[in-house]
């Protein structure tokens, strides 16, 4: 795949949550992006140019929009734009594919798949990608997210766990808003049930959640299994 710097619009911007926005952006000729790659995002912003790397959601090989998720960050100062009434049209660059952890590396027929936070977007683009793979027999699922109203592409993931029985979906909450809720806590406490053996494991947030659930699952000295970490500060 070659990398291209591309001219593109602001076309849509949704809610996810109440903090967090899918953005799609309109480019003129086609760009192929895997699932699991990212793309550097220029725009203008009080007359200088500002770069940011964001992790597509998308799972169409190629297409003429890239579509990535962002949570809003106080002291950001890129991702409050996304916030504002006149982000819509707006022009930018966008230069990729970049990245080294894509969907096309996995080779497993068990598939586990890790988010915390916003990289459940990145865990989207390989879920979509692996359920069009004959050869995956076994998907799961597990995000981790402050609250019920954090969880980021829900309806998505509930959706394909009720409609493919060889997918199974938990959402791990570690400050609820129900205390009855059963998943509390962190991901790495809420591994239960999992065989890493023979599996392609693939994991993307926040360097500390991912490191500390990279140390529990390989304390389990799991064979024949693949890592992919997408790990961001």
Not at 116 to 124: D, E
Not at 152 to 160: G, N, Q, T
Request: glycine share 6%; with cysteine; proline share 4%.
């Amino acid at each position: 795949m070659s990398i291209q710097i591309q001219e593109g619009i602001i076309s849509h911007v949704t809610d996810l949550t109440k903090t967090a926005k899918e953005v799609i952006i309109t480019l003129a000729d086609a760009l192929v992006c895997p699932p699991g790659s990212f793309v550097n995002f220029f725009i203008e912003l009080s007359g200088a140019p500002v770069r940011r790397a964001y992790s597509v959601v998308n799972a169409n090989a190629e297409q003429k929009t890239v579509t990535f998720s962002v949570r809003h960050t106080l002291n950001g100062v890129v991702t409050p734009e996304f916030w504002k009434d006149d982000i819509i049209g707006r022009t930018v660059r966008v230069m990729g594919p970049l990245g080294l952890n894509t969907a096309d590396k996995l080779s497993h027929a068990t598939v586990h798949l890790f988010a915390y936070g916003i990289g459940a977007g990145v865990i989207k683009a390989i879920a979509e990608y692996s359920l069009q793979n004959p050869t995956v027999t076994t998907m799961t699922i597990t995000t981790g997210s402050r609250n019920e109203e954090d969880i980021v592409y829900k309806s998505y993931f509930d959706e394909i766990a009720k409609d493919n029985p060889h997918v199974t979906v938990k959402y791990v909450i570690s400050d609820p808003l129900d205390q009855s809720y059963p998943f509390k806590g962190y991901v790495q406490d809420h591994l239960e049930g999992l065989s890493f053996d023979d599996s392609d494991i693939y994991m993307c947030g926040q360097e500390k959640a991912c490191n500390a659930l990279l140390e529990k699952i390989k304390a389990t000295n799991p064979q024949n299994t693949s890592f992919f970490v997408e790990a961001f500060h």
